[in-house]
T-cell receptor, first 112, second 115 residues
Framework: LAKTTQPISMDSYEGQEVNITCSHNNIATNDYITWYQQFPSQGPRFIIQGYKTKVTNEVASLFIPADRKSSTLSLPRVSLSDTAVYYCLVGDGNSGYSTLTFGKGTMLLVSP | EAGVTQFPSHSVIEKGQTVTLRCDPISGHDNLYWYRRVMGKEIKFLLHFVKESKQDESGMPNNRFLAERTGGTYSTLKVQPAELEDSGVYFC?????????????FGSGTRLTVV
């Protein structure tokens, strides 16, 4: 599985847009990029997944350049409740199942 | 829809004792996974059930860990005897058949402390 690199931590204020970039230089053709969010004392929660270009849902947007060697999770107008650890994962989305490989994640702290 | 339920939420045991963790997946989810995060480390895969069968147990650290999923419903993870390095948070996740890595639902985890 492709190794990922992302910032250890980020700080933001309420109402700002937060962009977290993940590097995955060795991404394979069949790999999808998936982001999970984890609040304290909870398990990880799926946020968004993409293969290329841009994906948007009600929570976030995911931007993936043409070479797919990086991706950026964009959280619009963050609130205090968005304080969490965000994990970028890369793996084969076409397999019948896929175990997840977590990195260290990015600790996002949103302040008033 | 009920989520993935784990019990207990927290367990403190002495070294050498036995502990059994339980996971109730979402109904209808054939896939059940166990993961854990030990202090200061990343979340690591332990094993994967498809219904009652072990599909992949390559992440199990040693033979002190035994996972079962009788009947393909809930699963248990027993640690016997527990060691200090087993302390951490144990997560269970489930997913429907044929899922991709976006289909996981995790439980809140069991925090195990071995003293």
């Amino acid at each position: 599985l492709a190794k990922t690199t992302q910032p250890i931590s980020m700080d933001s204020y309420e109402g700002q847009e937060v962009n977290i970039t993940c590097s995955h230089n060795n991404i394979a053709t069949n790999d999808y990029i998936t982001w999970y969010q984890q609040f304290p004392s909870q398990g990880p929660r799926f946020i968004i997944q993409g293969y290329k270009t841009k994906v948007t849902n009600e929570v976030a947007s995911l931007f993936i350049p043409a070479d797919r060697k990086s991706s950026t999770l964009s959280l619009p107008r963050v609130s205090l409740s968005d304080t969490a650890v965000y994990y970028c994962l890369v793996g084969d989305g076409n397999s019948g199942y896929s175990t997840l490989t977590f990195g260290k994640g990015t600790m996002l702290l949103v302040s008033p | 829809e009920a989520g993935v339920t784990q019990f207990p939420s927290h367990s403190v045991i002495e070294k050498g004792q036995t502990v059994t963790l339980r996971c109730d997946p979402i109904s209808g989810h054939d896939n059940l996974y166990w993961y854990r995060r030990v202090m200061g480390k990343e979340i690591k895969f332990l094993l994967h059930f498809v219904k009652e069968s072990k599909q992949d147990e390559s992440g199990m650290p040693n033979n002190r860990f035994l996972a079962e999923r009788t009947g393909g419903t809930y699963s248990t993870l027993k640690v016997q005897p527990a060691e200090l390095e087993d302390s951490g948070v144990y997560f269970c996740a489930s997913s429907p058949p044929g899922q991709t890595n976006s289909g996981y639902t995790f439980g809140s985890g069991t925090r195990l402390t071995v003293v």
